[in-house]
């Protein structure tokens, strides 16, 4: 092969690689508040569809007063993720005000509710901001591009990358090295005994909640700049997370990071060489996980 | 369901009742029902989208409506009765066929306008000839693919064809884009995204006989991101991409395209995008690309007087611009209006509906973006206006200049005739 046919396919590859983490990122951070929760609550959340959409719109309107108050551009990122992380208080209120009342109840009880939290929240959602997309106009350049490879990158989507990076390495860290960690763990293992040994759980199941919540919101608001609002973006999201916790086990933190890597990666390598695949191939690994290894790559493992 | 069964079996009752109390009464009874229709306020039943990714198309369609609505009512309305609106939600076809019925058995609506969706309005087509009450579709058809279905219905008024928006396009793509060798397309993985894509490849190639199609992507409608489809489209070194999108992903598509400067080697034909037209920005919205805005726009210099009204009335209400959906809605309710005072006569009596079905076809109206007619087989005829995007405006989005205004009559297959063998007809 000739060197500028070895440059392009070079090049090529940076992109699909990138535009496979990018995704994955995001992924990554829905998929996650989906496991804390169900790994302590034992309730599958389709909300995290929702907060993610939320955290999208409140970050939009966040940069957009910020930027009309005439902060300078280049610090967008800042009132971007503190509107992220603060809109996950709504989980507070969720939890106490609406779950709470089924955590005795049936599972498909609680997947319902959910449900309707995810049908209230888009309703909500278009109530306040309206029905067209809704976006942050050309700030996602504001940090420009670089050249990787011969492939053109926005610097915007390698911070996505990083900062869901280090989202993961700090729940790692909290989980792992934190009292409120082990009380987590502990608390997802067997929640009896936890309770016996004096866990307060009505406390820790409305922390996890919000944590749960705000990883999802925060999600959404550093996605933002690089797309536009709908309300109904968080169902598609659902589906994919979903098949993620599938792929990764569902609870493990460890597995919402290796199956969105999994699932954003093959996407991408799908996308670029048979586009008729993307999506029949994530199932078909779904699906695989399933018969192989039943409870996913890192399923029985409590966090 | 059961709404309808208890109106059904109280209806009948009061018939048993009647006859019991002699025919006399059952006759009253009757006479009272036929008067109070033809003095009371004019009912149109509208359907319209409320969630998911049609939901502002929705809200536009409702919007126009209920413009048109004010203004009949402010001058009289329409013989003298006021036009009083029904609203129901359009979701999926067995729900609407439910609220469609509801409509015209139970709230006894004069006219039904409405529908977006062809997933709903195919199943709307024989439920209207069924119910014997106009329906004025907004945007579906009775299309299967590019195939009619209803092609002499009695009662149902139907949009344009799905695909005329990218036929336009792919007339106009040799005229502003020269040397064009080889295509890459994406649409949504539906119905509208692929025979858009189909119908744009048959006209090119009428045009560009050597053109080389040599990608397709069919991403989900409601995916935001991307970034791998254009790392894909990227790769595939295509001369252009032509891209039927008409929600928020023309957006996202437009910035994530923009953010890896793909539009700096490659040509744009956004087909549909102009549905979306304000949000898509200068900031990330290249000048250059072909962009349709369906069968209004409205920043036309040339626009009527009534466009201009509306154009400024629905920004000081909503703050938005407003899209073709609204010329649609206008287009169905005042065509309705017409029709029922061509009926009417110089007598000015209420016409029966059939008389108002034979008032509409062939009829033509100004609407808000200039005349527009049913043809006879009760299918909409209008204008496409479609152009290359610039910055040259006072606005923080894209307009179009040079503006191309192409008619259905040019674009649209002709009543009865199978599309792909009229293309290949064409003189090129």
Redesign the interface.
């Given at each position: 092969m000739d060197q500028r046919l070895e440059g392009v396919a070079v090049a090529?590859a940076v992109?699909?690689l990138?535009?496979?983490l990018?995704?994955a990122s995001?992924l990554f951070l829905v998929a996650a508040g989906l496991q804390v929760v169900f790994g302590v609550q034992k309730i599958f959340n389709l909300a995290c569809g929702s907060f993610y959409a939320l955290g999208a719109y409140v970050g939009v309107s966040a940069v957009g007063w910020y930027v009309g108050a005439g902060g300078p551009p280049a610090l967008f990122i800042v009132p971007l993720a503190l509107a992220g992380l603060a809109v996950g208080a709504v989980g507070v209120v969720v939890e106490r005000g609406l779950l709470r009342f089924v955590y005795d109840r049936d599972e498909t009880f609680q997947l319902l509710m959910t449900f309707a939290i995810v049908l209230m929240m888009?309703?909500a959602i278009?109530l306040t901001w309206g029905?067209?997309?809704?976006?942050t106009?050309?700030l996602?350049?504001a940090y420009g591009?670089v050249r990787l490879f011969g492939?053109?990158?926005?610097v915007?989507?390698l911070v996505v990358i990083a900062a869901s990076l280090a989202i993961a390495l700090a729940i790692g860290w909290l989980l792992a090295r934190t009292a409120f960690g082990r009380i987590i763990r502990a608390t997802a293992d067997n929640r009896e005994m936890a309770e016996a040994l004096g866990v307060d759980m009505r406390r820790v199941y409305a922390k996890v909640f919000t944590l749960g919540t705000a990883l999802g919101t925060l999600g959404g608001a550093l996605?933002i700049p690089?797309?536009?609002?709908?309300?109904?973006?968080g169902?598609?999201?659902i589906v994919e997370a979903f098949a993620v916790v599938v792929i990764g086990g569902l609870g493990s933190m460890r597995g919402a990071f290796v199956g969105a890597l999994v699932v954003g990666i093959l996407?991408?390598i799908a996308?670029?060489v048979y586009?008729e695949l993307?999506?029949l191939l994530i199932y078909l690994i779904v699906i695989a996980v399933l018969v192989a290894r039943p409870r996913g790559l890192f399923g029985g493992a409590a966090a | 369901m059961t709404r309808i069964h208890d109106t059904t079996s109280r209806r009948q009752f009061m018939k048993v009742l009647g006859a019991g109390a002699g025919v006399a009464a059952a006759t009253l009874l009757d006479v009272r029902a036929s008067h109070a229709q033809s003095t009371g306020p004019v009912k149109v039943g509208v359907l319209v989208i409320r969630a998911g990714v049609a939901a502002p198309v929705g809200a536009a369609g409702l919007r126009g409506t209920e413009w048109w609505a004010e203004r009949v009512n402010k001058a009289g309305g329409i013989l003298g009765r006021p036009v009083q609106l029904v609203v129901e939600e359009e979701s999926n076809p067995k729900d609407t066929v439910e609220r469609y019925r509801k409509l015209v058995l139970q709230d006894k609506v004069d006219v039904v306008v409405g529908g977006i969706s062809t997933g709903v309005t195919l199943a709307l087509g024989p439920v209207a000839e069924d119910l014997g009450t106009p329906w004025l579709s907004w945007d579906g058809t009775t299309q299967k693919g590019v195939e009619e279905t209803m092609p002499n219905p009695k009662w149902a008024f139907k949009s344009v064809d799905n695909e005329v928006e990218a036929i336009v396009a792919g007339i106009l793509t040799p005229k502003y884009f020269k040397g064009i060798k080889t295509v890459a397309g994406i649409g949504n993985d539906y119905s509208y995204g692929h025979d858009c894509w189909e119908s744009y490849q048959a006209v090119l190639k009428r045009y560009i006989p050597d053109v080389k199609f040599v990608l397709e992507l069919f991403p989900k409608l409601g995916v935001t991101d991307f970034t791998s489809h254009i790392a894909a489209i990227q790769q595939s070194k295509a001369d252009l991409l032509m891209c039927s999108f008409w929600s928020g992903d023309a957006t996202i598509i437009m910035k994530q395209a923009a953010a890896v400067g793909l539009f700096k080697t490659m040509k744009g034909v956004f087909t549909t995008a102009g549905g979306v037209h304000d949000s898509l920005k200068k900031d990330f919205t290249p000048e250059g690309l072909l962009l349709g805005y369906n069968t209004m726009y409205f920043d036309d210099p040339k626009a009527s007087p009534l466009l201009k009204q509306f154009v400024r009335e629905y920004k000081a209400k909503y703050n938005e611009y407003p899209p073709y959906e609204c010329d649609h809605a206008f287009f169905n309710a005042e065509s309705y209006k017409v029709a029922v005072e061509k009926a009417a006569g110089p007598a000015k009596k209420w016409p029966e509906k059939a008389q108002v079905v034979r008032a509409l076809e062939g009829l033509e109206i100004e609407s808000l973006s200039g005349r527009r007619s049913w043809r006879e087989d009760h299918v909409q005829m209008c204008n496409f206006y479609q152009g290359i995007t610039t910055h040259k405006n006072g606005y923080d989005f894209v307009t179009i200049d040079p503006i191309e205004m192409v008619s259905t009559k040019q674009a649209m297959k002709p009543a009865g005739s199978k599309l792909f063998e009229w293309i290949n007809g064409w003189k090129v």
């Open positions: 090529h992109n699909v990138l535009s496979g990018f995704h995001v888009e309703d278009r029905t067209a997309p809704r976006s106009g050309g996602y350049l591009q492939a053109t990158v926005p915007y989507n996605v690089a797309t536009a609002a709908m309300s109904e973006m169902i598609e999201l996407r991408a996308i670029s586009p993307e999506m | -």
